[in-house]
């Protein structure tokens, strides 16, 4: 090997070394355990490795990915993975990420990526379609939720302070800015925060009702609170499914609170605005067209793998406000039909992440999607129903979405953590922990395209067992 370029021998063996890998992974995946016993040996032999001089073979390449890499692996594609919000991926992804990959379009300018900036800005219009958003909104894909909350909420702060948002930032001085979200917002707003520099202690978090929704009366007493105090209240930050319980915020009494009170309403729907495909949830989630700004993320009810988020400004302008800069070395010519999405976020350089939606969508149809988010949210509804006929188990909250939070009846705190812990490491299954309203338990997010009605039985079995033996 020359060169940094494959042969025609070398494509066809890495070819055939990677389609053979994807299939076998996804056809054994719910055999292998769901969560790896670390190999520190072998963690600690690759971290000491020294860089390479010569070049290796790619059989040995993909020989590291079976033997080290794989069984090292938190397996998310598990059909007993049910922590985080981190679903498995569909099965056209792999292909379209190596498409993606072999292309390698710059997608920041529109001159240097065309077909990329036209697929992204269908993209955009599709999912401004799913959750009710004019199509002459402005949006870019992201990472993920956590760039898009922080997108979305730089142009509600910028907003807020006017012309010298861009000169002068929060340096211009004037009275503290205030936002406002419920005690289940998801930590990633509070990140935002510190990065827009407005300050964790201004970001007002306001408690849940029983349903774990913000209470829309402690909001209005807290905004009005803050205005005699001399704070500038400018933005709501309603939850489209909160982390913990996958609770809908009541997005339109928000949303008539905000035009009242002349306040940006920001839509954290990272975890669940996508999940509006279904007819199941559409009505809770009517508010989302009348908000100013939304996350989302195509990686979680889209199902493509990782990174995929986006953010949806419904006025264009003001998004590109906050982001627009011109040097002249980008000769960024004004084109009657592509965006130049360096204008949308903060990135110059940006991978082509909009083909993988962009097939998703073409290639299983929105029908598909809305029928297994009805799925994932049955078998919810299932394990709820387990946990509530059970005297070993206890329901921590209703189960109103996606996600159950339970926990084992008749022991404390310690002890159901004990359980979780045991269940994790046994590679039964991986759940995550729950703290609802400063109970302990455990929480299963169906998120999974393999999951059945046997795994949640192997689950509950499963810890039963553990409880009774640690008991």
Request: net charge negative; glycine share 8%.
């Amino acid at each position: 090997m020359d060169d940094l370029l494959f042969s025609a021998e070398e494509h066809a063996e890495a070819a055939a070394l990677t389609s053979r890998f994807i299939a076998q992974y996804q056809d054994t995946v719910a055999s292998l355990p769901v969560h790896a016993t670390i190999d520190r040996a072998a963690v600690r032999a690759v971290l000491a490795s020294p860089l390479p001089d010569a070049p290796e073979s790619l059989a040995a390449l993909f020989d590291d990915l079976a033997a080290f890499v794989v069984p090292n692996a938190t397996h998310t594609s598990h059909p007993r993975f049910l922590s985080y919000v981190m679903p498995s991926p569909n099965g056209i992804s792999p292909y379209a990420e190596s498409v993606a990959a072999t292309l390698n379009q710059n997608c920041g300018l529109a001159k240097v990526a065309p077909s990329a900036a036209a697929v992204e800005q269908t993209v955009v219009r599709w999912l401004a379609e799913i959750v009710g958003m004019d199509a002459s909104c402005g949006g870019i894909i992201t990472s993920g939720g956590s760039v898009a909350n922080l997108v979305g909420l730089t142009v509600a702060r910028d907003h807020a302070l006017g012309d010298t948002a861009r000169t002068d930032g929060l340096q211009g001085g004037g009275a503290a800015l205030t936002l406002y979200a419920s005690d289940e917002v998801h930590s990633c707003n509070d990140k935002a925060v510190m990065q827009l520099g407005l300050g964790t202690k201004h970001l007002r978090k306001i408690p849940t009702d029983d349903a774990l929704q913000i209470r829309m009366d402690m909001l209005r007493e807290r905004v009005a609170k803050d205005r005699r105090d001399g704070f500038r209240p400018f933005c709501v930050i309603a939850s489209a499914g909160t982390v913990t319980t996958g609770a809908f915020d009541p997005l339109n009494e928000i949303a008539d609170f905000c035009a009242a009170e002349g306040l940006w309403m920001h839509v954290d729907g990272a975890y669940g605005a996508l999940s509006a495909m279904s007819e199941r949830f559409r009505s809770q989630l009517s508010g989302l067209g009348r908000a100013d700004s939304i996350s989302l993320d195509p990686h979680k009810f889209l199902f493509t793998s990782f990174e995929a988020g986006c953010v949806l400004v419904k006025n264009a302008a003001t998004l590109e406000e906050s982001f627009r800069v011109a040097p002249s070395y980008l000769a960024k010519d004004a084109d009657p039909d592509l965006v130049n999405f360096s204008d949308r976020g903060p990135q110059l350089s940006r991978g082509f992440k909009a083909l993988k939606i962009w097939w998703s969508l073409r290639y299983f149809g929105k029908t598909a999607y809305a029928a297994t988010v009805d799925r994932v949210a049955d078998l919810a509804q299932y394990m709820g129903q387990v946990a509530q006929d059970s005297p070993a188990f206890e329901l921590l909250s209703p189960v109103t979405f996606n996600c159950v939070c339970f926990r084992m009846s008749g022991m404390d705190d310690d002890a159901n953590r004990r359980v979780l812990r045991q269940l994790v490491d046994s590679g039964l299954a991986f759940l995550g922990p729950a703290n609802v309203k400063g109970r302990i338990g455990m929480r299963a997010c169906f998120m999974n395209l393999r999951t059945t009605r046997r795994d949640v039985d192997a689950i509950m079995s499963g810890l039963q067992r553990l409880a009774s033996h640690g008991a």
